[in-house]
């Protein structure tokens, strides 16, 4: 298994070191952007959250612990000992497990499996995810939803904003009536105003600025202009802050400029918000000193564990899928297609193609997308989004959509029915390949590859054109 990731979490390493490698939602796509330039380098997904910051990479020599130093721009020495690194079957194990919320401050915790997810989609959004990394993190978000709704976890803190609320209550006792601001309107910050709102707490929330129908406000929260977080301090019981930024929202100078500050603040961001010197002047905890959970019970891991093993099993499948299909040519067949309904799921530039080749060999083409890339004439065009039951009577199916999971889905459909599929961006999910079409007088020739070398199949097939336009 070409696979290889280092990482460094709160087990092994404390927040001071962590904060020095974690990255906002931009610094990811430029990190990402800067990785797809380096030297063997096939594929990489970054994870950075507030507890980890793990770098996975198909392709590379280097370590991805090196690379992930290099390019943020850090130390290398420094930081070299509280890296594990992992390759191959222990890699992918590792990041199903980490989806299932098994290595989190909090076991089984909410928020990681939109984490997975989003370090997914970003390296989509710079085409640093490989099929390999693709596969792999599709399953361990299905491991981590699974883990959500089939193990039971005995406790009452599945997220690190429960765990601030009932830091505040232990802090301040009841919360009814107490006045807490909320810096950060993100995910994190929304969902501690929200439960410390009902919690019966007079919560105040941030913002930098406010777009209607876009900005979100917690219902019964009240709004303070993030440039009056300071001054709306004074007389407050408590202070949680939860942004992306890398400069801090409260300095010991700044609290000193309030004559009646909280008694206590919640950090819940990484880097920190609070400025450490601040714990001269008010009870601080950060992500490190707000404490877990618990280990959980034997039976809970062991469910947990279960269900790693069960996904990484059915990741190995779709591996040996695609082994095979690299290893063994195509039967070039050709087939009558003369009245037969061919459901192509997608409108793009890839659709376009595929039906402009389709249109010569006399089937009837049904097209299933929002919008469509070519004239519709002489074809039937659904004018909505793929759904589970679209690939009903068809012959032959096509996924050609930009969306992973989406043609995905498709192939599921197809594979159930035993339809025929080509899918456009996974050659392992491919049952035949759409083929370049060479066309002459009396003849036709389809040029495929291994899905290795597009280039090579085009400049092939312009050859076989040429000689085709040639014969008497």
């Known amino acids: 298994m070409n696979l290889i990731m280092s990482g460094l979490d709160c087990h092994r390493a404390s927040i001071d070191l962590r904060e020095r ?3 906002s939602r931009q610094q990811v796509l430029v990190l990402l952007s800067w990785l797809r330039q380096q030297p063997g380098v096939e594929g990489g997904v970054l994870l950075s959250t507030c507890n980890r910051t793990e770098l996975y990479v198909t392709g590379s020599a280097q370590p991805p612990w090196r690379l992930l130093c290099r390019g943020a721009g850090v130390p290398e020495a420094e930081l070299e000992p509280y890296f594990t690194t992992r390759c191959g079957e222990d890699a992918a194990s590792h990041l199903l497990e980490v989806a299932c919320g098994l290595h989190s401050q909090i076991l089984g915790e909410d928020q990681i499996i ?9 390296a989509q959004e710079v085409k640093t995810a490989d099929p390999t990394l693709s596969a792999l993190f599709r399953r361990a978000v299905t491991a981590g939803k699974r883990a959500r709704t089939e193990v039971t976890v005995t406790r009452g803190t599945p997220s690190m904003g429960k765990r601030c609320r009932e830091i505040l209550t232990q802090e301040l006792g009841s919360l009814q009536g107490k006045r807490i601001l909320v ?3 993100g995910q994190m910050g929304r969902l501690a105003a929200e439960l410390l709102q009902q919690s019966g707490a007079q919560v105040q929330v941030t913002l930098r600025s406010y777009r209607h129908g876009e900005t979100v406000v917690p219902a019964g929260c009240s709004v303070v ?10 007389g407050l019981d408590a202070l949680v802050s939860a942004t992306s930024s890398p400069h801090y929202t409260l300095t010991l100078a700044q609290l000193k400029t309030v004559a009646n500050p909280p008694k206590v603040a919640v950090d819940l961001a990484v880097p920190r918000d609070i400025d450490p010197a601040c714990a001269c002047r008010l009870q601080c905890y950060d992500t490190d000193t707000l404490g877990t959970g618990g280990p959980g019970r034997p039976e809970e891991l062991a469910q947990m564990r279960a269900i790693v093993l069960e996904e990484l099993d059915k990741f190995h499948k779709w591996q040996q899928r695609q082994a095979v299909s690299d290893r063994v040519p195509r039967f070039p067949l050709f087939l009558d297609l003369t009245g037969k309904t061919v459901v192509l799921i997608g409108g793009g530039n890839i659709a376009a193609r595929r039906i402009g080749t389709l249109r010569l060999f006399g089937c009837q083409i049904k097209v299933i997308a929002p919008e469509l890339k070519c004239k519709a004439d002489g074809l039937t065009w659904l004018r909505r989004p793929y759904q589970p039951g679209d690939l009903e009577g068809a012959f032959l199916a096509i996924a050609a959509t930009a969306d992973r999971q989406v043609n995905h889905a498709v192939w599921e459909e197809a594979s159930g029915r035993g339809i025929p599929i080509s899918v456009a961006d996974c050659e392992a999910e491919c049952s035949f390949y759409f083929p370049a079409i060479c066309a002459g007088e009396d003849l036709i020739a389809g040029v495929v590859s291994t899905g290795k070398d597009h280039h090579k199949t085009a400049r092939a097939a312009k050859e076989i054109r040429r000689v085709l336009e040639e014969l008497e």
């Open 21 to 23: 490698l974690a990255f």
């Open 114 to 122: 939109t984490q997975v997810r989003t370090a997914m989609e970003l």
């Open 183 to 185: 810096v950060g309107n």
């Open 225 to 234: 202009a993030f440039e009056d977080r300071i001054k709306a301090l004074e």
